[in-house]
């Protein structure tokens, strides 16, 4: 591998675990005792760069599954790769959480929702608003949302071979997103997170090596775009515009492979988690501190030490499998 790739890879896993973290903290912070402080300065635009982290992770899916995906006739063990990078390690947390579950008295645990969350389609449980008996799916919208554009590529890189095509996918998903944000908003960012992946498609296919300049052109239109929404009333289509923007100046830079941000064995050691802590973070939480910004912190700590656990013991657990079938141990639990 190029040490250019290296160092691209190792940008894009660093930044994934920062989001990641991001995100979680927030949702920790939002469920604890310091919910009633999610108002104020800084938990109150928390949110921002949690979102912009969202559409970093639909960006670089896309970017990265396109790369390894480019045409029709190479999509030789897509499906394979997927279900089993994905899958195993999705059901094994889930099978965890059961037990969890069961041991805990929690309400809702065979019913049909559960199996909607163990398909990882949790996702529509919430967008046609039906409810969730199960105690599964905490906050798993994102993961039917990858589900989906998995289901979907082979149709897009058949289809759209052609720069004229590509503009139209991605012009139009961003108009579908802008007039969804407002006939159907969600609590959470939808319709901006869904264009991630178009835009990431559209930069792996017929961006070429122009990922720099695309930032710099996408961190400028952010700049303006936050001018307008100060004088447009402060209204959310603008905003998560300006956070589709901030996500793909992000992408950009850490396209260009040249902006390490956290030592590699950091990444290394730290990568794998980001399933697990993704499946996990809502559901384990003890009162460590008085003080809620600590407590949330503390909180999150103790649940990357819990995903570490988890991802190990999957790993035991496939290599015990592969050595029991005489086969080498190929499958690793890492997020798409």
Same mark, same amino acid.
């Given at each position: 591998m190029a040490r250019a790739t290296q160092d691209r890879n190792a940008t894009v896993q660093a930044l994934k675990l920062l989001f990641l973290l991001c995100i979680c903290y927030g949702?920790? #912070?939002?469920?604890?005792?310091?919910?009633?402080?999610?108002?104020?300065?800084?938990m109150r635009l928390w949110w921002v760069p949690g979102d912009v982290g969202l559409f970093f992770f639909t960006a670089t899916s896309g970017y990265f599954t396109t790369l390894r995906y480019p045409s029709p006739d190479r999509m030789e063990g897509y499906w394979t790769r997927k279900v089993s990078r994905l899958f195993g390690l999705f059901l094994f947390l889930n099978a965890v959480l059961g037990c969890? #579950?069961?041991?805990?008295?929690r309400n809702g645990l065979f019913s049909m929702d559960t199996? #909607?969350?163990?398909?990882?389609l949790n996702g529509f449980l919430n967008w046609f608003h039906l409810g969730n008996e199960s105690p599964f799916g905490a906050g798993q919208w994102f993961m039917t949302l990858l589900l989906? #554009?998995?289901?979907v590529y082979p149709w897009i890189g058949r289809v759209v071979t052609t720069p004229a095509r590509g503009r139209l996918l991605l012009w139009g998903g961003v108009a579908l997103a802008a007039v969804m944000q407002v006939a159907a908003p969600y609590g959470h960012s939808l319709w901006s997170t869904s264009v991630g992946f178009l835009a990431?498609?559209?930069l792996a296919r017929f961006g070429g090596g122009n990922a720099g300049r695309v930032a710099l052109f996408a961190a400028i239109s952010c700049v303006a775009g936050a001018v307008g929404y100060s004088l447009s009333g402060h209204q959310p289509v603008v905003a998560y515009a300006i956070i589709g923007l901030a996500g793909v100046a992000v992408t950009g830079l850490a396209l260009t492979g040249i902006h390490p941000l956290l030592p590699s064995r950091l990444v290394a050691a730290f990568g794998d988690l980001l399933l697990p802590l993704y499946i996990i973070h809502t559901y384990f939480r003890l009162p460590l501190a008085d003080n809620p910004y600590l407590d949330a912190l503390l909180v999150l700590g103790m649940n990357v030490c819990i995903a570490w656990v988890l991802q190990r013991a999957y790993g035991g657990l496939?290599?015990?499998m592969a050595l029991m079938a005489g086969q080498p141990n190929t499958v690793r639990g890492r997020a798409a």
């Open positions: 949702h920790i #912070f939002a469920e604890g005792p310091g919910a009633s402080l999610m108002h104020t300065l800084p969890v #579950f069961l041991v805990t008295g199996l #909607f969350n163990l398909a990882g989906l #554009f998995y289901l990431g498609f559209w496939v290599r015990l």
